[in-house]
């Protein structure tokens, strides 16, 4: 790994999340967790490790400035993330990955912008960064960590696969709205 380049790139996602400082230290585990399970599956240590680090790095800019963002960059919300701003971090955050950060590698900007609502068929990298997200070491509100724990060093389609369903059920049994990408994502899996 280029140890300048993530060097760079943790001091400027550090000053991004300076404001929740828990939000930088979800991001690390992030990325070292996404870099083991690259080593296990054969991805590429150094995009797993920066897309984790990159994965949540508009999470603290404020909903008001988010969306004005996104007109500012043409990038197109819909309504659901309009009325639920905190579903946009995840494609403005591609976004600045390139435009902010210098990232070139469109699957690294990939991986960040599916990051919370995954989608169907998720390339090598993109499941990485949904899994890790969900699993890294501060992590427990969610059911069947363990087994999603496991899963995710054995097989990361089954891995997948469990998120999508047990993150819907679980907004479900809370009443909050599900994002069609994440429908089409958990139909695909379970298919
Ligand atoms: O940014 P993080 O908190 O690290 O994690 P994230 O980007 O995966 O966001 C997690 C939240 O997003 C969690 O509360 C579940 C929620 N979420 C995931 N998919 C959907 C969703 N919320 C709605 N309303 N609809 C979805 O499809
Ligand atoms: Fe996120
Ligand atoms: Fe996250």
Not at 37 to 55: K, V
């Amino acid at each position: 790994m280029d140890h300048d380049r993530i060097c760079n790139i943790n001091e400027k996602v550090k000053k991004a999340l300076a404001a929740d400082q828990r939000r930088y230290i979800h991001s690390v585990a992030v990325a070292n967790t996404a870099m083991c399970l690259a080593s296990c599956h054969g991805a590429d240590l150094e995009n797993a490790y920066i897309a984790g680090l990159l994965h949540d790095n508009a999470k603290c800019i404020d909903y008001a400035e988010q969306k004005a963002m996104c007109r500012r960059f043409e990038i197109e919300l819909s309504p659901l993330e309009i009325t639920n701003p905190y579903l946009i971090h995840g494609k403005l955050g591609a976004f600045l990955a390139k435009m902010k950060y210098g990232i070139e590698d469109i699957s690294v900007c990939e991986a960040i912008k599916w990051h919370t609502t995954g989608k169907p068929s998720m390339n090598m990298l993109e499941s990485i960064v949904f899994i890790s997200d969900y699993i890294e070491p501060m992590r427990h509100h969610a059911d069947n960590l363990d087994r999603v724990r496991r899963l995710a060093f054995e097989d990361l389609d089954k891995c997948v696969t469990q998120i999508l369903s047990d993150t819907i059920r679980m907004l479900e049994a809370n009443n909050r709205p599900i994002d069609p990408m994440a429908l089409r994502a958990h139909e695909y899996y379970t298919k």
